[in-house]
C-alpha cells in the first residue's frame, strides 16, 4: 500500500527486515543499458519498454514523468486525468489506471465547510467513499469497536477502515469508481488495500467484532471482490487489485480471486522498504517469483512493484531481471518507484529492455537463474554467496564482450547482446 504524499510514513515497511549492506560485485553496466532513458534531445522517437510501467502517487511526481508514455502501464490518482490524453498520443497503447481505496476512507482528503472545520470531501478522491458523507449518511459503513467507535489505522493515519462486506458501501463504492472512469478516459481502477490478513495496525489495538481476525478479513474481501469486480469489467473497464498476499497463502487466493478481476498489483517484488534495504533471497526470493510466475503462464496481467531510491541501480536491476525471468512477453509490466520527490522513474536499470523473450529460464548455477531474450540476457543470483555465471553467449559486460558474468549475493543484471 502507498497512499499520496507519504514517502516518510512509508518507513514503517522497513522494520520488516533488517538493514544489511549489499554486495555487489557487478558494476554499474556501461554500453546500451547503461541508460535506458533516451537523452530528451535525441533526434527520433523515444524508445520503449513495453514490460515496463510507473506508478506515481505523490504530489509533483508527475511533473517529473515526462517519459511515462514509454512503457505501456500507468498508475496515478485519479485528480491527475488531465494528464491522460497526452500519454495515449505518445503510445496508444497504455493503459492507465485511477487509483482508488477499497477497505478504507481518508478523512484528511477534506475541505473547509461551514463549520470553518475541514470536515466536506474533496470533490475528486483517494478511495471510492468519502470519509465525511459516509459518516454523516451512513455511519453503518464503518468497522467500529464493540463500544460503536470508529477506528483509525495507525501505521498510515487518516484512514478509516470500512466495513467491505456491507452490500450498499460495495455499491457506493462500484457506482462512485465507474462514474469516475466514463468521465475521463481511464483504462481502469487500482484497487489498493485488498487484503488478505488484518495486516494494518489500529490506533489503541482497536477491534472491531464486524471482522475480528484474517479469517474474517479474507471472507470481507472475498465478497467485496466477487460482487464490484464483475461490475467493473462488465462496464468495459480494467479492476486492478493492489492484493497483500503471503508465502502461504498467495497460491489459493489468486486461484479464488482472479476469476473476479482482471489482473493484479503486486508490490515488493524483490524487498522490503523504500531506500537502500536487503534484498529477497532464497524462499522469500523464491516464492515471489513463483507468483509472477504463475500469472505469466495463465496471462493475469501482474503490475510488480518495487520501492527504492533512484541511486540503487543494483536494486533497480535486481527488481527489473526478477521481472523478465517471469515476464511472457505479453502482460503486466515492473514497476520501480523511487523514494526520493522530483525524480523521474524512468530509471536505466528499472527499464532495461531487452526485446522480447527466446527462451525458460535456465539454472547455471546454484541460486542462479538465466534467461534469454531475443537482444540481450536477465540473470538473477538470488543466493548468498557470489557466483561466475556462464551466459551461454556473448553478451555486453561493463561494455566489453563477454561470455559470463560474475554476480555477487542477490544481484542481477540485464545485459544487451554484443555484436557478432
Not at 499520496?4 to 544489511?20: K, S
Request: aromatic share 10%; glycine share 8%.
Amino acid at each position: 500500500m502507498r497512499q499520496p504524499g507519504t514517502r516518510a510514513g512509508r518507513a514503517y515497511a522497513c522494520a520488516l527486515v533488517a538493514a544489511t549492506a549489499l554486495m555487489l560485485v557487478l558494476a554499474p553496466l556501461a554500453g546500451p543499458l547503461g541508460d535506458a532513458s533516451a537523452d530528451p534531445n535525441t533526434v527520433g522517437p523515444a524508445p520503449r519498454s513495453p514490460s515496463a510501467g510507473t506508478l506515481a502517487l505523490d504530489p509533483g511526481d508527475w511533473d517529473a514523468q515526462p517519459d511515462a508514455f514509454r512503457g505501456d502501464w500507468v498508475v496515478m490518482q485519479p485528480w491527475e486525468y488531465d494528464r491522460i490524453p497526452a500519454l495515449k498520443e505518445q503510445n496508444p497503447n497504455v493503459r492507465v489506471l485511477m487509483y482508488k481505496d477499497v477497505t478504507a476512507t481518508v478523512s484528511n482528503a477534506c475541505v473547509t465547510g461551514p463549520t470553518g472545520k475541514c470536515d466536506q470531501d474533496q470533490e475528486i478522491l483517494p478511495a471510492g467513499v468519502g470519509y465525511w458523507s459516509a459518516l454523516r449518511d451512513h455511519p453503518d459503513w464503518f468497522l467500529r469497536t464493540a463500544e460503536g467507535d470508529t477506528m483509525e489505522w495507525s501505521d498510515w493515519p487518516g484512514l478509516h477502515p470500512m466495513d467491505i462486506t456491507n452490500p450498499d458501501y460495495q455499491q457506493a463504492w462500484t457506482d462512485s469508481v465507474v462514474s469516475e472512469l466514463q468521465a475521463h478516459d481511464w483504462d481502469g481502477v487500482m484497487m489498493d488495500d485488498v487484503l488478505t490478513r488484518l495486516s494494518h495496525t489500529v490506533v489503541g489495538d482497536a477491534v472491531s467484532p464486524q471482522v475480528p481476525d484474517d479469517a474474517a478479513m479474507y471472507a470481507a474481501t472475498t465478497s467485496f471482490l466477487s460482487n464490484v469486480g464483475p461490475q467493473i469489467t462488465a462496464a468495459g473497464y480494467l479492476a486492478m487489485p493492489n492484493v497483500t498476499v503471503y508465502e502461504d497463502n498467495w497460491r489459493p487466493t489468486l486461484e479464488q480471486w482472479t476469476p473476479y478481476v482482471s489482473g493484479w498489483e503486486f508490490e515488493y517484488l524483490v524487498k522490503y522498504g523504500f531506500g537502500e534495504d536487503q534484498p529477497f533471497g532464497d524462499e522469500d526470493w523464491q516464492w515471489r517469483f513463483d507468483l509472477i510466475s504463475w500469472a505469466a503462464e495463465y496471462d493475469v496481467p501482474v503490475l510488480a512493484v518495487t520501492y527504492g531510491t533512484s541511486y540503487d541501480e543494483a536494486a533497480q536491476l535486481y527488481h527489473r531481471a526478477t521481472w523478465l525471468l517471469a515476464w511472457n512477453g505479453r502482460t503486466g509490466a515492473s514497476m520501480y518507484v523511487p523514494e526520493e520527490s522530483g525524480v523521474s522513474f524512468w530509471l536505466s536499470g528499472a527499464t532495461a529492455d531487452v526485446g522480447a523473450p527466446a527462451g525458460p529460464v535456465e539454472t547455471p548455477a546454484a541460486g542462479v537463474r538465466l534467461r534469454p531474450y531475443a537482444e540481450g540476457v536477465a540473470v538473477v543470483n538470488s543466493g548468498d554467496e557470489t557466483r561466475t555465471v556462464p551466459l551461454g553467449g556473448r553478451y555486453l559486460v561493463r561494455g566489453e564482450p563477454a561470455d559470463r558474468v560474475e554476480l555477487g549475493p542477490r544481484s542481477a543484471a540485464v545485459l544487451s547482446s554484443a555484436l557478432p
